[in-house]
């Protein structure tokens, strides 16, 4: 239980970080709920699923130790099939360096093709538009 903590507390931070590394400043709260809804979904998905395969593998045999061991094995064989495609998604992450905030100011890196636009500073009023009023 320790080894799967670790490795689920790694992962999912990991994930976190990349979300919000991923986005602009202004969009940091909807990546971290978004996140967190998928993980989430992803979670009673996988249960679901599971659950389904295992009670159709051991369908019959429920009481028999063979059917359980029957459900068990399939449920590991569908998991190594996530783990796999898991796997190849995890490797093919871009690598971005994170992003750092020094004296206010905010650095993107260079390779970010998606860096937001410089703010713009709002418009002074017209004075016709006021005085029509």
């Known amino acids: 239980m320790a080894l799967i903590g670790a ?24 990546a971290s709920a978004a996140t967190n809804l998928f ?10 699923v599971f ?17 359980i061991a029957t459900g068990v ?10 783990c796999v495609a898991g796997l190849i998604a995890a490797a093919r992450i871009e690598e971005v360096p994170l992003r750092s905030v020094r004296n206010g100011a905010q650095s993107w890196p ?3 093709s998606s860096a937001p636009a410089p703010a713009a ?7 016709s538009a006021t005085e029509s009023r």
């Open 110 to 112: 260079a390779s970010r």
């Open 7 to 30: 490795g689920l507390g790694c992962t999912m931070q990991m994930a976190t970080t990349i979300a919000q590394n991923s986005v602009a400043p202004r969009d940091l709260g909807a």
């Open 39 to 48: 993980r989430t979904l992803g979670g009673s998905v996988g249960v679901a």
């Open 73 to 82: 094995r399939h449920i590991f064989l569908v998991t190594l099939l996530v």
């Open 51 to 67: 659950g389904t395969l295992f009670a159709n593998a051991a369908a019959g045999h429920a009481a028999d130790p063979a059917g």
């Open 121 to 127: 500073s709002p418009a002074p009023a017209s004075s």
